[in-house]
T-cell receptor, first 114, second 111 residues
Framework: EAGVVQSPRYKIIEKKQPVAFWCNPI?????LYWYRQNLGQGPELLIR????????DSQLPKDRFSAERLKGVDSTLKIQPAELGDSAVYLC????????????FGSGTRLTVV | DAKTTQPNSMESNEEEPVHLPCNHS???????IHWYRQLPSQGPEYVIH???SNVNNRMASLAIAEDRKSSTLILHRATLRDAAVYYC????????????FGTGTRLTIIP
């Protein structure tokens, strides 16, 4: 079974430029999460989707971050414009119905803003 | 979300058992205790979870105190591949539950 697939693996951009991250969850996992992990810290939830509906986006900085999950499968997280402080690892995870356990994370996208 | 407390770091010798503690004195009756670990340059991976009884799987064992205010993740025979950050997380089975990570315990395995 393929795991959660994220791309790109690494991204370096200049500040004020846009950037997008893509996530393909495990087949059948209706819940999808985007987390951000700063150096030396644990991951922090940005947004959670149930199918195509964003049910928790309270931690998403909406002035510059946006996300979508068309057709309830793949998802894209976008930053526009990027700031130096956005440098972090962006992790995507998915979980099946009955999500008390079994979150599966991708390997993440390491973003460096210069 | 209920809070957990873990040591920042631990060391263990290779091929010896490792006991990773976690305190969660404010745990509620509906909170499950979950453990995830994060290997270098990887996303977190699920290790084990439990509610009241001790649990075993192929990766580890979870020992839960009788009052549920603490738990211990046990790696029975540590290998170099077990070097990672280990997160202890409480997750309710009701409501808008989500994994909320702390800073975890960085486990170093000494060859």
């Amino acid at each position: 079974e393929a795991g959660v697939v994220q791309s790109p693996r690494y991204k370096i951009i200049e500040k004020k430029q846009p950037v997008a991250f893509w996530c393909n969850p495990i087949s059948g996992h209706n819940t999808l999460y985007w987390y951000r992990q700063n150096l030396g810290q644990g991951p922090e939830l940005l947004i959670r989707y149930e199918n195509e509906e964003a049910v928790d986006d309270s931690q998403l900085p909406k002035d510059r971050f946006s996300a979508e999950r068309l057709k309830g499968v793949d998802s894209t997280l976008k930053i526009q414009p990027a700031e130096l402080g956005d440098s972090a690892v962006y992790l995507c995870a998915s979980s099946p119905p009955g999500r008390r356990y079994g979150y599966t994370f991708g390997s993440g996208t390491r973003l460096t803003v210069v | 979300d209920a809070k957990t407390t873990q040591p920042n770091s631990m060391e263990s010798n290779e091929e010896e058992p490792v006991h990773l503690p976690c305190n969660h004195s404010t745990i509620s009756g509906t909170d499950y205790i979950h453990w995830y670990r994060q290997l270098p340059s990887q996303g977190p991976e699920y290790v084990i979870h439990g509610l009241t009884s001790n649990v075993n799987n192929r990766m580890a064992s979870l020992a839960i105190a009788e009052d549920r205010k603490s738990s211990t993740l046990i790696l029975h025979r540590a290998t170099l591949r077990d070097a990672a950050v280990y997160y202890c997380i409480l997750l309710s089975n009701f409501g808008n539950e989500k994994l909320t990570f702390g800073t975890g315990t960085r486990l170093t395995i000494i060859p």
